[in-house]
């Protein structure tokens, strides 16, 4: 009797379950139009890569590890590959001798993440191995890219490592897609696991195991792409509210980024329409008193009650697309009332198209007690397009804080960026060009050539600057009349601490933030997008900036 | 019968033994003092923290430190702010009737690092309670 329920139900919910409708050629030969530049721009992107870090690698074929040109080698090659977190030089033991980052008491113990014997190494002859998508030694994720160093003699010396971040790879295309076209990507590698969605959710799991992807459908189509390396299917499955099942057409290529490895980039139809929700109007002061609401109410009634009443999707901190959410100092989330599920997870390392670390900043602004902070992420109420959002932040004490943020109903930024992708990547090759160049021809003649926009630093469109780590601005091609004074109390009409948080974050390493900063060739407030480092000496700090409107 | 007689305690005993017993209370008094001076303070400053007088929020802006006012029972009663920020001189501020905000111009002036603030409202009566401590960063 029990069987039969069973069976019943089970042939209840297969037959409820709509069925793919069939699309025509005509229809899938538009999606092909689209879909092999996007695979040429992202092979090509890789060749080059690999061609880098092999070049990089036969430079250092008989370098000594305590040779100083090997670090301006390692830097030289972190700026000609911007998509890149960081690179390192291992012995043949897997242990790291030199990096571009900063090496401590620690670093002369740190293994690489995988090894590879040196017949591996040689088998891929003139290719650079490409690992699996994972978390590096240093906390990001992305794939490393593997070639091997020899000695003068010709015996085996260890490697050059480089991790790529997937995130920057992949997102600058699919945010041009989605803005002019309407479609979306995924890359998964040919063992299932994904590297690269829209939905970061869904970065990290293998398609062939992991419980979300376990229906006979879904691994029908997913063991088809895997198993074929060009093709076109139409399936069932969630839109990007992950509350509807859609039809979504697909085709997909091959990509072969390097030895060992090969992905297939997946270009799908399935953009959420437009929900019809009405666009929440609520100003930055009515934002933060919302969010200062939500902090009285967390000093009367304590942690834990408002943390439940923040989860709560029908609570008084949930207002249609404004809600209260949380996150401990650490990353970890504790209240995110319309996707509850991330409760608990960490979200450190989450980034947003532009590579702005979204948690890090939250956090970073906590720190300073509380404030504004600029991120794209994804409207609900605009086909889940990325917006730029405002939010506001504040320290409940030491150990977590609340926020809420608005979208900037200002979709030209968010358009900006998706057009301009090629320009975030001069942004970082530019800053860490002037890193490279401080270590080669010393700071002062790298100020010198910020000043000159006739420098071979010089990049329109973008406006290098260097600060000292106490805030006195060194050069700023954007407003040179701040050169010599400092700036630690510059803030905007939003109050946020420009070079103070610019300064914490190139401390922290070095990053993407957004910000809003004086033009004074045009007498207003720019939005920005902004990237810095720290240079070698680890006091000053080299940025530039890129004005989005 | 035998009759017992009570040994004589001498003059030179019963002072040492006041003596004695004069020390050791001493003693105790002075561990109290100090499990008190560890712990007690510790116990009144979380203890008013908990269930503050005023409910204050810090806050970094630029070159000026933010002290948002957010009620509370005494918050009528709240005259004058002193704020310590770690390794500086103490700021006084005076605070309006009803104002939700004080601020602090130029107050984090040439300041760098993570440095904890203190806060400390001074009301009508002449109290002087610590009412926030935060650990702000500043680069």
Redesign the interface.
């Known amino acids: 009797m029990i069987l039969f329920i069973i069976m019943a139900g089970y042939l209840f919910y297969i037959h409820t379950q709509p069925a793919a409708k069939p699309v025509s050629d005509e229809y899938i030969c538009t999606m092909k139009e689209v879909l092999y530049p996007a695979v040429d721009i992202i092979q090509s992107e890789m060749d080059n890569t690999t061609l880098s870090v092999w070049n990089a690698a036969r430079e250092l074929d008989g370098v000594d590890a305590s040779d100083s040109s090997m670090n301006l080698t390692l830097l030289k090659l972190r700026r000609d590959v911007p998509i890149s977190f960081e690179v390192g030089r291992f012995d043949e033991n897997d242990t790291l001798i030199a990096s571009t980052m900063k090496m401590d008491e620690t670093s002369g113990t740190a293994k690489a993440t995988a090894h590879y014997t040196e017949e591996e190494l040689r088998a891929a002859g003139a290719n650079c191995i490409i690992s699996d998508y994972g978390q590096a030694g240093f906390g990001e994720y992305g794939v490393t890219v593997t070639a091997p160093i020899y000695d003068a003699d010709g015996k085996y010396n260890g490697t050059l490592r480089l991790v790529i971040n997937t995130g920057s790879l992949f997102s600058g295309l699919a945010e041009y897609l989605r803005y002019e076209y309407g479609y979306t990507i995924w890359v998964v590698q040919d063992n299932g696991l994904q590297i690269y969605d829209e939905n970061t959710e869904e970065i990290g799991r293998n398609i062939l195991i992991d419980p979300l992807y376990q229906t006979a459908s879904i691994q029908n189509i997913v063991k088809n792409i895997l198993e074929n390396e060009r093709g076109n299917v139409s399936y069932i499955f969630y839109d990007a509210s992950w509350s509807n099942y859609t039809q979504t057409n697909a085709i997909w290529e091959t990509i072969i980024p390097g030895d060992g490895m090969t992905w297939r980039l997946v270009l799908t139809d399935n953009t959420v329409q437009n929900t019809g929700e009405k666009d929440l109007s609520m100003t930055a002061e009515e934002l933060k008193a919302f969010v ?1 609401n939500a ?2 109410y967390v ?1 009367s009634v304590g942690k834990e009650r408002a943390l439940a009443e923040f989860n709560n999707p029908n609570g008084q901190f949930v207002d249609g697309e404004l809600y209260i959410f949380a996150y401990d100092r650490n990353g970890t989330v504790l209240a995110l009332p319309y996707q509850l599920s991330m409760v608990g997870l960490n979200r450190w390392y989450l980034e947003d198209t532009s590579g702005v670390k979204i948690g890090q900043r939250i956090i ?1 602004r906590a ?5 504004y902070v600029y991120y794209l992420y994804p409207n609900p109420a605009n086909n889940y397009n990325k917006e730029l959002k405002l939010t506001y932040v ?2 409940v ?2 150990e977590w804080c609340i926020a809420a943020g608005i979208y900037m109903q200002n979709s030209s930024i968010a358009e900006t960026l998706s057009e301009d992708w090629k320009e975030r990547e001069n942004l970082i090759r530019q800053v860490r060009n002037l890193e490279y160049l401080s270590k080669l021809e010393g700071e002062a003649s790298v100020i010198e050539m910020i000043r000159d926009q006739k420098s071979e630093v010089y990049i329109e469109g973008l406006y290098p600057f260097a600060i000292t ?3 006195t601005m060194l050069a700023d091609s954007l407003n040179p009349a701040l050169e010599g004074t ?1 700036q ?4 905007n009409s939003y ?3 420009v070079m ?1 948080e610019a ?2 974050l190139a ?1 922290a390493g070095g990053g993407m933030m957004y910000n809003l900063v004086w033009d004074p060739t045009t007498m207003q407030e720019n939005h920005v997008l902004m990237y810095i480092e720290p240079a070698e000496n680890g006091s000053t700090y080299f940025g530039s900036m890129m004005i989005l409107e | 019968m035998a009759i017992r007689y009570k040994k004589k305690t001498s003059q030179r005993e019963k002072r040492f033994m006041m003596v004695v017993i004069l020390a050791v209370i001493i003693i105790l008094i002075m561990v109290a003092l100090g499990f008190l001076a560890m712990f007690g303070t510790a116990y009144y400053v979380d203890a008013s923290l908990d269930d ?1 007088a005023v ?1 204050l ?8 430190i ?1 002290i ?1 006012i ?2 509370g029972r005494e918050v009528d009663n709240l005259v004058q702010l002193e704020i310590e920020v770690e390794g500086y001189a103490h700021v006084m501020m005076d605070v309006p009737p009803g104002a939700k905000e004080v601020v602090l111009s ?1 107050a ?5 690092g ?1 440095r904890t603030v203190g806060v400390h409202g001074i009301f009508r009566d002449g109290k002087n309670v610590m009412l926030i401590v ?6």
């Open positions: 200062e902090y009285t000093n970073a720190e300073q007690g509380g404030g504040m320290a004490n030491d780590d106490n805030g400092n630690l109390g510059l803030k109050g946020m601490s103070r300064i914490s401390k | 503050p409910l929020h810090v806050s970094l802006s630029g070159d000026d933010i948002s957010y009620g130029h984090a002036y040439g300041v760098t993570t935060s650990s702000i960063k500043f680069t």
